[in-house]
């Protein structure tokens, strides 16, 4: 929210303009509170010398039915009635008062749509998740099937082949697109003009959320620039609680004889255990429940009693320390040293990258070999339909790994382990409970 000239992080599978805005209203919430709590502990100090002591206690009960009170409408006024699954509906997510967050959310919205991934970071596939696998191979295109002559084709007719085939599997949540991934740091001095002049149109504002089909095909037979456009395949499954993305790149050589194709599986595993306890909440709490939320209110109170002046404080020069930080980017600009990509992902920062249940694991297996396995396949198809010699990549289909990657000649894969919550177990390639 107040990283104006950043790009925001996609956040597949969620409603990332819900959950900010949930946010500002909880903060809103939290702000009055402190503001009371604040005039609480001044009172106390300012009558403590002629009371002796007997104000600071009033103060402190007083804060601890405040803090208590402020608890129990959250949980069972706000989260239960607004929040829990029957009963959430987004068409009454509130709007924050301030026109200039109501216009920077409409930004993020627009960029949590867009085909445009702004990283800051090594792997350019921010907001996706970790990186569990990828792979790489490279194919002869230029030997011809026996008695035929290989017919040329360019690397969007491949492209397109390979999104129209895996298209047609047809899975639920489904989703293909063109992408272009970029780094950040590059956008001033590293891409060509006619990227920059797309991406980059405002040097004092954020990085566009959308670039045009044509760049993407321009970028696409040049191979080897710094921003590339990626074919991403991506599978939401569990609600969007499991989103699996293949971040595919074809690229043909310059003198038309070979063909680079790697690919990346991200994962953006389920959410923390702590963000399904909405659910579980009844509509109104249990005389157990209201005791467990008052004891916690008064085992909080000391420590938000202390804190509200210097929160308070903070609100009030927020403003200073964002026109500094401005300032301070807008100097980076100048310098040509400034990186306008994503530094956090909602998404990410909320999964726990645990599976809770075994069907989770088992899906992200369904997502990631059917895939695969389809662009294989397509690859095949499309070297045959243009006379080319494909028995080395029919005999790499041997090779194919448990985890739905082949490996063989002039083929890389790197994989990683991703680990299974709640006492499940993951084997890759040996069991490995969780620790």
């Not at 008695?147 to 129209?164: C, M, R, W, Y």
């Not at 009030?316 to 600009?333: G, H, K, T, V």
Request: charged share 25%; hydrophobic share 40%; proline share 5%.
């Amino acid at each position: 929210m107040n990283e104006p000239r950043r790009a925001a992080a996609s956040s597949p599978g969620v409603d990332l303009s819900c959950v900010l805005r949930h946010a500002l209203a909880a903060r809103s919430r939290q702000n009055r509170r402190d503001v009371i709590l604040a005039l609480i502990l001044l009172g106390a100090l300012i009558t403590l010398p002629l009371t002796f002591g007997v104000s600071l206690i009033v103060g402190l009960l007083v804060a601890w039915v405040i803090v208590a009170a402020e608890l129990l409408s959250v949980h069972y006024g706000v989260v239960s009635q607004q929040l829990k699954r029957e009963n959430f509906d987004p068409k009454h997510v509130p709007r924050p008062p301030n026109t200039k967050d109501r216009a920077r959310l409409d930004a993020i919205e627009l960029r949590d749509r867009g085909n445009v991934v702004v990283s800051s970071l090594f792997a350019p596939f921010v907001g996706h998740g970790d990186r569990y696998s990828t792979w790489s191979f490279a194919l002869n295109t230029a030997r011809p099937e026996t008695g035929k002559q290989v017919i040329p084709f360019t690397v969007h007719e491949l492209n397109d082949h390979i999104s129209a085939r895996v298209g047609a599997l047809q899975l639920p949540g489904m989703d293909i697109a063109d992408m272009l991934l970029v780094n950040g740091a590059d956008l001033r001095l590293g891409v060509d003009d006619r990227t920059r002049a797309e991406v980059l149109r405002n040097l004092e504002g954020p990085p566009g959320a959308h670039v045009s089909q044509v760049l993407l095909r321009g970028l696409r037979d040049d191979g080897k620039g710094r921003a590339r456009p990626y074919l991403a395949i991506r599978v939401t499954g569990w609600s969007g609680e499991l989103v699996n993305t293949l971040f595919l790149r074809c690229a043909l050589l310059p003198d038309r004889k070979m063909v680079f194709i790697e690919g990346s599986n991200c994962l953006l595993a389920p959410v923390r255990e702590q963000y399904r306890a909405v659910d579980s909440l009844l509509d109104a709490p249990t005389f157990q429940q209201w005791r467990k939320l008052v004891g916690q209110a008064g085992l909080r109170t000391p420590i938000l009693l202390i804190r509200a002046p210097f929160s308070v404080i903070g609100d009030l020069f927020a403003p200073l320390f964002e026109r500094r930080e401005q300032r301070r980017q807008e100097r980076w600009i100048r310098l040509r040293s400034f990186n306008y990509g994503a530094v956090f992902s909602l998404r990410e920062a909320a999964s726990d990258q645990l599976y809770y249940r075994y069907f989770q694991m088992a899906d992200r297996e369904l997502y990631a070999k059917t895939i695969e396995h389809r662009v294989l396949d397509a690859l095949v198809e499309f070297m045959e339909d243009h006379n080319i010699d494909s028995s080395d990549l029919i005999q790499r289909q041997t090779t194919i790994y448990n985890s739905g990657l082949f490996a063989g000649r002039d083929i890389s894969v790197n994989r990683s382990n991703v680990r299974a919550g709640s006492g499940a177990q993951w084997s890759n390639p040996q069991p490995m409970k969780r620790g």
